[in-house]
């Protein structure tokens, strides 16, 4: 089985980085991972995604036309990539900067009102955190349990950061489980 | 070792640290930058040396230098940088030095972009620089597949005293994958008796490309293409997937390109219609005979590239008339789709 997945925000909302956590916990889970950045002539606060697969057979083609999931933090990525995904996927929304939501009816679709859920725990800047949590609770591409893990030698060196942004994972997390 | 996910970039500096490379020369371009920021930081740690020169023709002969003492030398471009690179790449096969170059390739010609090409195939496999002279090229098609190749492009380079390049395109050098550092098997490699590090005790070496005595420069000649033939009998190197009695279409394709083609295979597969992919690994020495091999019997064969048309040549003398070769590229930057690709297999079937 092949799951394949699309991150998408501006250039700074760590969308590279929450990609990456989930193709290093996928990898530690024993999968075959590849993680792909767009690198076209990007600009500073421009568009920026990334793709990732989690697969259980060496990846051919890296690249992904029509991912089963994809991520999106701002308005212009939800435009791009929302019609791209895959029926019977799912696409996770940044509420907090996305007042649309999909008019599919052939996907699921999750708001996460991601950086409301980061200022709210005193760290503006892990709004990628919430909407990674509610991603990994409502796909299960890894499991939670390793990504929690993964969370924690990351942050490991820095208790306050690590505690914050545990708890804006875990409310990210709560998001996917009680919209099930 | 655990495995790490590493960038292609990444992964292919650290290669060459495992690899025993203490010489390092660079010239920063996209899309293969991450190299040289890699090895800034790695190879002082292991008490090497990073220089960045002023351009890449400094650097090009930077290597050449360095080649000549013995020292095992590396460095890492892009298709514009690799292509002022080429006056010292000729000199260095002329006076018989080993160096490892790796080109992360980039769409061309002229400044062209930044996005994966395969348009340099020509360039690395039939001379980019003047005179008779050949390349040891490797084409790697994943992160693991071009740590595997770097860790023995040295040893080759050595075994051969010759230049060899490392192909990439943008997308292995910026994607990121799992890999392992294992240790190749030694390779008996001959002495370095040609090095100039120093002639206290013994006679000095002379290194030298410049033959002003016509039956002296045709020896050197010879000399080289006796080498060429050797890589010809020991070098070859190509992955046969799916490749069996029965298929329709043979795919001949490299590196990235090769990778897009194995997931269309699998989606014929599934639909009962047998296509084999032969992935060169070495486009020079090219594995001609074992093109040749999988092409018996097949409807057709299809190169596909991210090119307007370079491999499809050595194909076509490969195949020579066993099915009609047909080509399919995607230029500029534009990777292949799965897609089109099949579009592509599908009128031929």
Not at chain 2, 16 to 30: D, H, K, M, S, W
Not at chain 2, 263 to 287: E, H, M, Q, W
Request: net charge neutral; proline share 6%.
């Amino acid at each position: 089985m092949q799951k394949e997945v699309t991150f998408a925000g501006f250039g700074g909302q760590g969308i590279m980085s929450i990609g990456q956590f989930v193709a290093y916990t996928g990898m530690e889970e024993g999968s075959e991972v590849v993680w792909l950045p767009s690198y076209g002539p990007e600009m500073r606060g421009g568009t920026a995604y990334c793709t990732v697969v989690v697969s259980d057979r060496p990846i051919g083609s890296p690249i992904i036309q029509n991912p089963q999931y994809a991520v999106v933090m701002n308005r212009p990525s939800f435009d791009k990539f929302e019609p791209t995904i895959k029926p019977g996927g799912l696409i996770v929304i940044n509420s907090s900067l996305i007042d649309v939501k999909s008019r599919r009816t052939d996907i699921d679709q999750l708001g996460v009102p991601a950086n409301e859920i980061a200022i709210k725990h005193g760290l503006p800047r892990s709004a990628n955190i919430a909407m990674l949590g509610a991603f990994v609770g409502r796909s299960g591409i890894i499991k939670s349990n390793n990504l929690k893990k993964f969370i924690e030698k990351k942050f490991g060196s820095r208790r306050e950061v690590l505690e914050s942004n545990m708890k804006i994972l875990e409310e990210g997390l709560g998001i996917a489980e009680n919209s099930q | 070792m655990a495995k790490k996910l590493m960038k292609g970039n990444e992964a292919i500096g650290e290669a060459a640290i495992q690899a025993g490379v203490r010489n390092y020369f660079c010239y920063p371009i996209t899309p293969q930058s991450e190299v040289a920021e890699y090895l800034a930081k790695r190879m002082p740690e292991v008490g090497g040396m990073f220089l960045q020169g002023e351009s890449e023709l400094a650097v090009g002969n930077m290597i050449f230098g360095a080649a000549a003492t013995g020292e095992r030398v590396f460095t890492t471009s892009s298709s514009p940088g690799i292509s002022l690179m080429q006056e010292a790449i000729s000199y260095i096969a002329g006076a018989q030095l080993p160096a490892v170059f790796a080109n992360i390739v980039r769409g061309g010609p002229g400044l062209g972009g930044i996005l994966p090409a395969q348009s340099d195939y020509f360039q690395s496999v039939k001379g980019g620089g003047h005179g008779d002279y050949k390349m040891l090229v490797l084409a790697p098609s994943t992160v693991q597949e071009a740590v595997d190749l770097m860790m023995i492009a040295f040893d080759l380079a050595d075994k051969y005293t010759n230049p060899v390049m490392i192909i990439g395109d943008g997308m292995i050098g910026q994607m990121m994958e799992p890999v392992e550092f294992k240790k190749p098997p030694p390779m008996a490699l001959p002495p370095k008796k040609w090095a100039a590090n120093g002639c206290k005790g013994r006679d000095p070496v002379i290194i030298r490309s410049l033959f002003l005595d016509p039956l002296r420069l045709e020896q050197n000649n010879r000399e080289l293409f006796v080498k060429y033939r050797r890589m010809q009998a020991e070098e070859v190197r190509f992955e046969r997937y799916n490749v069996e009695k029965g298929n329709k279409v043979l795919i001949v394709a490299y590196g990235t390109t090769a990778r897009i083609c194995k997931t269309v295979i699998a989606d014929f597969k599934a639909r009962g219609i047998n296509v084999g992919l032969l992935r060169p690994i070495s486009l020079y020495p090219f594995p001609m005979a074992a093109v040749a091999e999988a092409a018996e019997g097949v409807k057709a064969v299809l190169s596909v590239e991210m090119s307007m048309g370079q491999m499809v040549e050595d194909v076509e003398r490969s195949v020579l008339g066993r099915a009609p070769v047909g080509f399919f590229g995607r230029v500029g930057g534009v990777v292949p789709t799965p897609e089109e690709i099949t579009v592509e297999i599908e009128k031929l079937l």
